[in-house]
């Protein structure tokens, strides 16, 4: 069975600065998609990042790149310049194929000014 | 493009008590998902719709929890009886699901439910 693991429960970062968030996942699949979510306070949950496990470069979307390592089977995303809208709950997700979502328990990144 | 919209917001029941979340998708979006999210846990699925299809249900706890998305379009969750462990954010999400390489999924707002 797939898991995802946050070992993380909590970071903070200090306004500017960089930070990065550890995932790392369990699967006998060869061919997978992982993803990262954010979940800000009472708000909903969006898309920050996905890898596609068959491509070695690494995903990058602005100030959010990802350091996927698949061999370590570990995937961790970096944030660059941290802002105040950061501040968040950050999920790791897989998924394969036609299945479904599989998320980790989150990690809650606190932006400190 | 207007989001997943979800309603009620928030909700306060009494244990066996009834209650029924409802999600609308983004237009012409074919796939639907409910998530249950239990505070400090990330979402956990609970049913896929495909259309009005169901593509996935096997986390649904059928004694008590259904779903139905009528025409395709808007869904409802239904829980009958509530136990105090539904407490939790129920979230929906839609996706165009032009194939598993392109699929994202768009989360509404989500319900918080609070069994007492």
């Known amino acids: 069975a797939q898991t995802v693991t946050q070992s993380q429960p909590e970071m903070s970062v200090q306004e500017a600065e960089t930070v990065t968030l550890s995932c790392t996942y369990d699967?006998?699949?060869?061919?997978?998609?992982l993803f990262w979510y954010k979940q800000p306070p009472s708000r909903q949950m969006i898309l920050v990042i996905r890898q596609e496990a068959y491509k070695q470069q690494n995903a990058t979307e602005n100030r959010f790149s990802v350091n996927f390592q698949k061999a370590a089977k570990s995937f961790s995303l970096k944030i660059s310049d941290s802002q105040l809208g950061d501040a968040a709950m950050y999920f790791c997700?897989?998924?394969?194929?036609?299945?479904?979502?599989?998320f980790g328990t989150g990690t809650r990144l606190t932006v400190i000014p | 493009e207007a989001g997943v919209a979800q309603s009620p917001r928030y909700k306060i029941i009494e244990k066996r008590q009834s209650v029924a979340f409802w999600c609308n998708p983004i237009?012409?979006?074919?796939?639907l998902y409910w998530y249950q999210q239990i505070l400090g846990q990330g979402p956990k699925l609970l049913i896929q719709f495909q259309n009005n299809g169901v593509v996935d249900d096997s986390q649904l706890p059928k004694d008590r929890f259904s779903a139905e998305r009528l025409k395709g379009v808007d869904s409802t969750l239904k829980i009958q009886p509530a136990k105090l462990e539904d407490s939790a954010v129920y979230l929906c999400a839609s996706s165009y699901n032009p194939g598993p390489r392109l699929e994202t999924q768009y989360f509404g707002p989500g319900t918080r439910l609070l069994v007492l």
């Open positions: 237009s012409g979006h074919a796939t």
């Open positions: 699967t006998s699949e060869s061919d997978y998609y």
């Open positions: 997700a897989y998924k394969t194929g036609a299945n479904n979502l599989f």
